[in-house]
């Protein structure tokens, strides 16, 4: 191909018939969608027709490593991968870190397909130009971790492993994919790998991808080490902390998911950051990445004295804390260990264990249908083992592995209402009855309740979006999620990380378009960056509409919108359903979908350069 950076070629491996096929990248695919996120909503769109069973053979996973990856430009390390979810029975998607993405374009690979489904447990090794399907079954049962080290021992230890562990093996709805001590962690991509058969995928290779202008990138690769995260990356940002400061700034601020979203403060949030340092004993970074924001733990003490685990994330700590009401994080670490080891999302795993919790506390279930565990809020000891059964789809486990939406339909009698989903997907750690940019947020996303569609800018001033830090204000907040998500859209096809991102700002700008030219050679724009973002996150749209997706699916949990926060210096606010819908307008209009179902206008569809005959239903 004519454009540098992409290494040429998409790879396919068919699990069913055993057949291994490499076709070439083509230049307008890279033009139109960039890469990974661009790539996989063209492809999938494409060719997974409406209504299929996520976790049947006719079901794709789509893993790709965008144009900056393995450049060796800080922050772009990601591995994207997309699917239909099993979770949420719409678009799915997950990014990583670590060094996966970079090992598959070395191994000679812009993306790599899998479709249909093996005989028994396999895993794909791909070792430069050479591509084996491997029995895995001496692997399966295995954690994440311990397939990880059998493989690389297999392989060598440069061999880079994508794996899910039981969980994955098991069909749990939120199972996740392990790559090194990351976490493809949202949708139930995990059980979509154990649906076909598929322990992991091990890559390696000797080649790097080129740069149109080398001399220009080394240049640019030193102005973003030296200008935008000086020093050794470890004093400012992410790198100062990682995400473990964050519980207490939200709690502070009042908009801390707690007890299943019932209250927004948890004190002991506040000494959670020092308290974490005890038990902090390393760090770690991604693929060329400076702010090295990852943090290992160890126990020291107590009762899980021994354990480690490669970081207690912000979400992680609000998912299996506060929103449990966990106040210690030495069962945090041992969960977090527990989630990744048999691969689970530990976001998906901690708020469907606190709606199991307020089911118990309203007297919905029994602690005999939970198998005699009392799952109360507080009790971490019940957790660990509702998290055991969980991944064994035991007893009561069985139903939570089904996912709050799912499981709240098994037990009924009002349990709807407190399930903390959007779309099915389990909701992060914002309090969206305060932070009223991010309601919107959760509520258009594509995959459901993410964090990473329409990012958290709501938190202080923001001169960029003429923002002046008010959280509960709603107006304007439509056109502000639009300029946010073409970013996290477009930077998910670069391949960039949207938490150092934002040292470039939560915008598309001449700061993304430098280091895209200076790679591919493409002579983009920031309005061709835009319009790349805005291509991915349509289709991805347009899969949805095909399964069934309207304006009305697009709200937030009621508990948002007719209860009000309960406690803190925000007691009393709410989110009011025509301040969503009012933001919903502004936001539809943005991006050119019709106000009164949600699907892209036939007018914008063909402005954005796609064929009618691709066009997603015949209503409008």
């Known amino acids: 191909m004519k454009y540098k950076g ?48 996520p976790l049947s053979p006719e079901n794709k996973m789509f893993f790709g490593a965008g144009p900056l990856v393995g450049t060796g430009l800080s922050f772009t390390p990601r591995t994207y991968v997309a699917t239909k979810s099993p979770l949420t029975g719409i678009w799915g998607d997950s990014t990583a870190g670590d060094y996966w993405a970079t090992a598959l374009k070395r191994a000679g690979y812009d993306a790599l397909i899998v479709e249909g489904k093996a005989e028994k447990p396999v895993y794909i090794s791909i070792t430069d130009g050479d591509v084996d399907i491997e029995s895995a079954e001496h692997l399966w049962g295995l954690t994440t971790y311990e397939t990880r080290d059998a493989i690389k021992a297999e392989l060598g230890k440069s061999t880079r492993v994508a794996c899910i562990g039981p969980g994955g093996e098991n069909l749990v709805k939120y199972a996740c994919i392990v790559v090194g001590l990351k976490f493809l962690g949202r949708t139930g991509v995990g059980a979509v790998m154990g649906s076909k058969n598929l322990k992991a995928i091990a890559v390696r290779g000797s080649k790097l991808p080129e740069a149109a202008n080398p001399e220009g990138l080394r240049e640019c690769i030193d102005e973003v080490a030296t200008e935008e995260y000086p020093g050794s990356g470890m004093d400012r940002g992410y790198g100062s902390k990682g995400s473990q400061s964050s519980p207490e700034l939200l709690s502070s601020r009042g908009v801390l998911g707690t007890r299943n979203y019932q209250n927004m403060v948890w004190k002991p949030a506040d000494e959670w950051y020092e308290v974490s340092r005890k038990y902090m004993v390393g760090s770690h970074s991604c693929s060329g990445c ?36 966990i106040s210690d994080l ?32 309203k007297g919905l279930i029994s602690k005999e249908q939970m198998d005699g565990i009392d799952l109360c809020f507080g009790n971490s000891e019940a957790m660990i083992s509702m998290i055991d059964k969980i991944t064994q789809r035991k007893g009561f486990g069985d139903i939570l592995a089904e996912g709050t939406r799912r499981a709240a339909q098994i037990i009924g009698k009002g349990a ?205």
């Open 290 to 325: 400076l702010a090295r924001c990852g943090r290992d733990f160890k126990v020291t003490d107590g009762p899980y004295e021994g354990v480690w685990t490669s970081g207690i994330e912000y979400e992680t700590q609000f998912a299996l804390g506060s929103m449990c009401c």
């Open 330 to 361: 030495r069962p945090i670490i041992k969960m977090d260990n527990m989630c990744g080891s048999y691969g689970l999302d530990t976001i998906s795993t901690g708020v469907t264990l606190a709606f199991a919790m307020e089911c118990y506390e």
């Open 6 to 53: 992409y290494m040429g070629q998409i790879l396919r491996v068919n699990l069913s018939t055993g057949k291994v096929s490499k076709q070439e990248l083509a230049d307008d695919l890279a033009r139109m969608y960039l890469g990974s996120n661009g790539f996989a909503a063209r492809i999938l769109y494409d060719e997974l027709k409406p209504g299929i069973d």
């Open 416 to 620: 709807e209402k407190f399930a903390m989903h959007v779309k099915g997907l389990e909701i992060p750690g914002h309090g969206l009855r305060v932070i009223k940019g991010m309601a919107l947020g959760y509520a258009i996303g594509s995959r459901g309740a993410s964090h990473h569609d329409g990012r958290p800018f709501d938190y202080n001033p923001n001169p960029a979006f003429n923002y002046d830090g008010d959280m509960e204000a709603y107006k304007g907040k439509g056109k502000i999620q639009s300029i946010i998500t073409h970013w996290t859209a477009c930077t998910d096809c670069m391949g960039f990380c949207h938490f150092v991102g934002k040292l470039a700002g939560e915008y598309l700008s001449e700061r993304y378009v430098e280091p895209v030219n200076l790679v591919t050679g493409m002579g983009l724009t920031v309005q061709d960056l835009w319009n790349i973002g805005e291509r991915a996150y349509t289709l991805e749209r347009a899969f949805n509409v095909r399964e069934g997706i309207r304006r009305e699916d697009d709200t937030v949990p009621q508990r948002f919108l007719t209860e009000p926060v309960s406690d803190g210096p925000h007691k009393g606010a709410i989110l009011k359903k025509e301040e969503l819908d009012e933001m919903l307008d502004e936001f539809y209009e943005e991006y050119g979908w019709d106000k009164t179902t949600g699907i892209p206008t036939r007018e914008r569809w063909e402005k954005l350069g796609f064929s009618m005959e691709d066009y997603p239903c015949d209503e409008q």
